[in-house]
């Protein structure tokens, strides 16, 4: 995207045009290092970077950020020419806000410097890695946790080149630290997978028993590393111009890094730190010894609830989630899947009602100044719905409760996943399962329950009690029967 002829750029050396109010909450540049993040996309820079600099400004610390881009040179080049400075505008109906941060310490493109990240994991300077790398792209199978067998995972574990992936990067990292006794460190996993800390311990124990690594590293990770636990939670859509636009009239100066986001934001952290960390509690992050009761609440609750919308949304035609929830009945039959299925799969933390939250939810869903799309929501589905509805099924079914509203979602994603939207608009899969998924939706030759049957097969998505379980089957069915005959509007209708 192109620079607004006649107006500057961000970067140190245009700050003072930048209004007070706007500028960052600490010198850029002034803060050393002490954090190494993989996944520079918009989602840490409107969130954990946020509640880093916040902590800063308030109680110091050396924990200036070395954001690193695993593929895509998109964000690390704007970023690079603008001294590692960005905006987030918070966007609500009422207004925004536009704000520059800067606890960007560096960046690194690990695509064409993976040495470099290597050395960085290795510095003893740096004591937290956090993670926001999306769920596919730590290579395990949502529902066993195995890491799979992947050639570009195998070649980074068990030869010498330069590594390719996440998991080659940490076990890299991690045996360049051990070998520089470097010293303790947080690997924090800050994505939308269930027991993240754990999924990212095991993901590290699995490489290190894969990989030719020197004798004692598989020690010294139990004794040296930690994985805490995290809950992440903040509405930040994929920029567009008129995210640019929208900072470049709030700041004065062009910002091609400029992301927006709702006002809401959590984090609730694990504290298991052995080399320390930012005071993220004084910038309104949760500290606690145990995040599971608040990710169930967030996964099922948020993330499964924004993905039902997707995918009922973009097949009645809806471009974002806002739109999709002024559909008549959607709401009515999201409420119900809240309160008959999802508050009664689990636990929640004290004192919260699933309910009351879930309210919440939808209210900020229905936010207008957030364009979040449909299709955005709905990439990757075999991934998500593992962790965001099909838990849900698996809890309910063992305690002899009926999953009929999660049935719904999981026959929408197989409507979505065959390619057309009810007005028959084609709709892209993008998937890192796409081939099965629409061999299995294919060899179903458009019959419903033998298209049930086929898709439920894959068990890289579906656990296996899920899977065997008749009545979640025929309610799939059914409401895969009703969505290909009526359409998503008149199938609500009937069932709210």
Wanted: glycine share 10%; hydrophobic share 45%.
């Amino acid at each position: 995207m192109a620079v607004t002829v006649g107006v500057s750029r961000l970067g140190l050396g245009t700050l003072r045009q930048v209004p007070a109010e706007s500028r960052p909450l600490v010198r850029p540049g002034s803060v050393p290092v002490g954090i190494v993040h993989l996944g520079l996309g918009a989602f840490h820079r409107a969130h954990q970077a946020v509640y880093t600099e916040e902590a800063i400004g308030v109680a110091g610390g050396n924990w200036g950020i070395v954001g690193v881009a695993p593929r895509s040179r998109t964000v690390i080049e704007p970023l690079a020419e603008q001294d590692c400075l960005f905006s987030v505008t918070t966007l609500s109906g009422e207004g925004s806000t536009t704000r520059v941060v800067g606890a960007l310490a560096g960046v690194r493109h690990a695509a064409s410097e993976p040495q470099a990240v290597v050395d960085l994991l290795a510095d003893p300077a740096v004591r937290v890695v956090t993670l926001t790398v999306t769920e596919k792209a730590y290579q395990l199978d949502p529902v066993t946790g195995k890491l799979r067998a992947d050639p570009e995972v195998a070649a980074d574990l068990t030869t010498d080149r330069p590594p390719t992936t996440v998991p080659g990067l940490l076990l890299r990292g991690l045996a360049a630290r051990a070998a520089a006794d470097a010293g303790p460190v947080a690997l924090v996993s800050c994505d939308n997978l269930p027991a993240n800390g754990t999924r990212l311990r095991g993901l590290v124990h699995q490489a290190l028993r894969q990989a030719r690594v020197p004798d004692g590293l598989l020690d010294w990770v139990a004794d040296q590393v930690t994985f805490p636990g995290t809950m992440v939670d903040r509405i930040v859509p994929a920029s567009t111009p008129d995210t640019l636009a929208a900072a470049r009239r709030a700041l004065g100066v062009s910002d091609l890094a400029a992301v927006d986001a709702e006002p809401y934001r959590q984090w609730v952290v694990e504290d298991d730190f052995p080399a320390g960390r930012p005071a993220w509690e004084r910038a309104g992050a949760v500290l606690t010894t145990d995040a599971g009761a608040w990710e169930r609440l967030k996964l099922r609750t948020l993330n499964g609830v924004h993905s039902a919308t997707a995918y009922l949304g973009a097949l009645a035609g809806y471009e974002t989630i806002a739109d999709a929830l002024a559909m008549p009945h959607l709401t009515t039959v999201l409420r119900r899947l809240i309160a008959e299925e999802i508050a009664v799969s689990f636990t929640p933390p004290e004192g919260v009602a699933v309910t009351g939250y879930g309210d919440e939810v939808l209210s900020r869903f229905a936010n207008p100044a957030i364009r979040h799309r449909t299709l955005q929501v709905a990439m990757d589905g075999s991934q998500k719905l593992p962790q965001r509805i099909l838990h849900t099924v698996a809890d309910l079914r063992a305690a002899g409760r009926s999953a009929r509203w999660a049935a719904l979602v999981v026959a929408a994603w197989l409507r979505f996943a065959a390619g057309q939207a009810d007005d028959g608009t084609a709709l892209p899969l993008d998937d890192p399962l796409a081939g099965r998924i629409r061999a299995a939706l294919g060899s179903g030759g458009g019959n419903p329950a033998a298209t049930v049957d086929a898709v439920l097969a894959l068990d890289e998505v579906f656990p296996a009690e899920v899977a065997a379980d008749d009545e979640f089957r025929a309610d799939v069915t059914a409401w895969l029967t009703a969505l290909g005959r009526h359409g998503v509007a008149a199938t609500l209708a009937g069932a709210a």
